[in-house]
């Protein structure tokens, strides 16, 4: 009995351990060239209410639709409800939104969009993920990769715009 509750106890000191020296900010930044116009681009990206489009997210509840304003819900198909608020939105090149009301982590996601010489997009998408908590910390990083979150969002708004 002593044995097993030592063990458990080492087990817990190594998590917590594990979980103060793991870094509190991860980002990811990707580019790419999207076979679409930025204006088209643009919309598609900033349209909250519309974002079936995007495969990681069940379900966008919009709270505010006020233009440069919007404050949103996403429900993500796995993983908590996150609520979002409109930071900077620049049509057709700049918008950035940042996580909003959440005591477990906090963050923020940028997107640029630039006109290539033949009328492409290039597109630049950075986001970042505030973890202070220990096991909050440990979840995050055992359950979401952001660069896997990035290219994913890329991938999906290219099949929505080509």
Request: net charge neutral.
């Amino acid at each position: 009995m002593k044995i097993g509750l030592v063990i458990l106890l080492i087990i817990i000191l190594i998590v917590a351990i594990v979980g103060l020296v793991l870094p509190n900010e991860r980002s990811f930044t990707a580019k790419t060239i999207i076979n679409s116009n930025p204006e088209k681009v643009f919309k598609t990206v900033t349209n909250i209410s519309h974002q079936n489009w995007r495969s990681q997210v069940g379900k966008v509840d919009v709270l505010d639709s006020t233009e440069g304003r919007e404050v949103w819900i996403e429900q993500p198909n796995k993983g908590p409800a996150i609520k979002f608020r409109t930071k900077v939105k620049i049509s057709p090149t700049r918008f950035e939104i940042e996580i909003i009301d959440s005591e477990d982590f906090g963050g923020n996601w940028v997107g640029t969009f630039a006109e290539t010489s033949d009328g492409k997009t290039e597109v630049a998408f950075t986001e970042r993920v505030i973890v202070t908590k220990v096991m909050a910390k440990l979840l995050s990083y055992t359950f979401f990769n952001v660069e896997d979150s990035v290219n994913t969002y890329i991938n999906d708004l290219k099949k929505a715009v080509e």
